[in-house]
């Protein structure tokens, strides 16, 4: 099958991980893909290094090479708004955040482009079908991660995302590791310095999946999560991790009693790693994405 792939996101984030953990395995597998990602990003300089098939993005491009292809894959918002102008074959769309769609007609007339979607997150897939989309139309993938050969000795040090975006938590995290009297370490490069970590710390307003989490689960480490959107999809509370509300005193709490039981600490990060192998392996995602791919064809 040949597949082009569009990511038109600036940063290397979660969504941008898992379009290059998907072109890997893609080409892996023997089929023919390309990449377009936008100029000097991250995105595009990483497949480059690799050798993957990968060209800056412009809507000439797009145009250009979409006849070439047996689907298009959009992987962003601004790639879906795109593609659903310029595409005329089968359009494959990832949604992966947890937000109501918009109810304009531009909006209906975007999402009712695509031949299929592929939804981060049974919460996320539930948000699609609100605005109207048809289940039929609808995969859950989820996301795929890594899993390390061995997890590392868990620390005492607590790590969570550094994020400026006011729907991500940082302020509640913050706040409630002065409540409970312990150091917080908030990190823009998480998987280095999970490293000797005791939990991840994960509070968000709205999340669709949280790849952060399971970046941290296949490490073996647990995680503190805030029960919102699709995180209790990952996060078991109690076996792989902690699920909170969002409050202070709830989050505060939750760093306590993680930090005060290093045993059971190390045995929900065991359960989370091996939650990660069976459930967000890279190779998982991969072929529930040429699951949909042979759906869009045949609709």
């Given amino acids: 099958m040949r597949i082009l792939h569009i990511d038109c996101g600036q940063e290397m984030r979660g969504g941008q991980w898992q379009a290059l953990y998907l072109v890997r395995g893609l080409r892996a597998r023997g089929h023919e893909v390309r990449l377009l990602a936008r100029a000097r990003s991250p995105l595009l300089e990483r497949a480059r290094a690799e050798g993957l098939d990968a060209l800056p993005f412009t809507a000439w491009e797009l145009a250009s090479q979409a006849r070439r292809f047996d689907i298009v894959h959009a992987h962003d918002a601004r ?10 074959g089968p359009l494959v769309v990832s949604r992966r955040v947890g937000f109501p769609l918009r109810s304009s007609l531009a909006s209906r007339w975007k999402y009712a482009r695509a031949r299929h979607y592929i939804a981060v997150s049974e919460f996320v897939a539930g948000r699609l079908m609100e605005a109207g989309v048809s289940s039929a139309d609808i995969s859950v993938v989820y996301d795929g991660v890594p899993v390390c050969e061995r997890a590392g000795q868990l620390g005492a040090r607590l790590v969570a995302p550094a994020s400026e975006d006011p729907m991500k938590g940082s302020d509640l995290a913050a706040s409630a590791a002065v409540r409970a009297g312990v150091p917080i370490q908030f990190s ?60 202070v005193d709830g989050i505060a709490e939750a760093m306590r009693r993680i930090l005060a039981d290093p045993a059971s600490a190390a045995a929900m990060g065991a359960a989370a790693r091996k939650r990660a192998a069976e459930r967000f392996s890279i190779d998982r995602m991969v072929e529930g994405a040429i699951r949909c791919y042979e759906k869009a064809a045949r609709s």
Avoid: C, Q
Avoid at 79 to 88: F, P
């Fill in 79 to 88: 790639s879906h708004a795109l593609a659903a102008l310029i595409v005329g």
């Fill in 188 to 247: 823009t490069e998480i998987a280095r310095d999970l490293d000797g970590a005791r939990a991840l710390v994960y509070i968000t307003r709205s999340e669709g999946l949280g790849s952060a989490a399971l970046v941290a689960m296949a490490a073996g480490v647990p995680v503190i999560a805030s029960r919102v959107g699709g995180l209790p999809e990952a996060v078991v509370d109690g076996e792989t991790g902690l699920l909170v509300e969002n409050t």
